[in-house]
């Protein structure tokens, strides 16, 4: 039986794509990361990616201005089918998928979140501003969650959410760093669990 296929969705510093790449150097991943797509040519996931072979596709609605929402998601779906890609893999991607794209996709797209969704989710929550807004809100744990994409910011289906520690003297820096430690031990986990599934 063939390998899946993966396309990795990054928009930024790539730390999720690295963890995911160390754990299919390791064996743990059995899929083939085929390709990175990205709307920011200059993020720190270009760079990974370069470093480990893996071929970079650039789409980005600021290259394509004119182009309609249909002819738009052709392209997507184009790249995604030229690379026979069966799974998509959002890590620090901070588009909305085009809906076609969603649909094509259906339960083969995946997220990962860095607090316990549904709080602290959706248009605006990413990056710091997720840690800060825990902080602000006064709760005392955070979280991971891993879930599949629909067509609204981070409210598809939950897979998988494990909680972590707030401590009295976290700032939003010292909590993401701690948060990140749990997104890139289980978001690897949690693909070659779904792999098994698609295979
Ligand atoms: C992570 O915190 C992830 O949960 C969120 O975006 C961030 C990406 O970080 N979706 P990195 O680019 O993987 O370092």
Do not use: W
């Not at 609605?61 to 026979?84: C, G």
């Not at 809906?99 to 339960?107: A, C, G, H, Q, T």
């Not at 709080?119 to 006064?138: P, T």
């Amino acid at each position: 039986m063939r390998n899946l296929n993966i396309s990795i969705f990054a928009s930024g510093t790539g730390s999720n794509f690295e963890a995911i790449l160390k754990a299919k150097k390791k064996g743990l991943i059995k899929s083939t990361i085929a390709l990175l797509i990205t709307n920011n040519s200059q993020c720190g996931a270009v760079e990974i990616a370069r470093k480990n072979s893996i071929d970079v596709v650039h789409i980005s609605r600021k290259v394509y201005p004119e182009l309609s929402e249909e002819k738009y998601t052709e392209i997507f779906l184009n790249v995604l089918k030229t690379y026979n890609i069966d799974f998509i893999v959002l890590a620090g991607y901070m588009k909305l998928l085009p809906p076609s794209l969603v649909d094509e996709y259906e339960n083969r797209i995946i997220n990962i979140h860095p607090a316990l969704l549904p709080s602290f989710g959706g248009k605006g929550m990413y990056g710091i501003n997720v840690h800060r807004a825990v902080l602000e809100s006064g709760v005392k744990v955070t979280g991971i969650t891993i879930h599949f994409v629909n067509k609204e910011y981070d409210k598809g289906r939950i897979i998988f959410q494990k909680c972590v520690e707030i401590y009295p003297d976290d700032d939003e820096y010292s909590l993401q760093k701690r948060v990140l430690k749990y997104e890139h031990k289980y978001y690897p986990l949690i693909i070659s669990e779904l792999e098994k599934h698609l295979l």
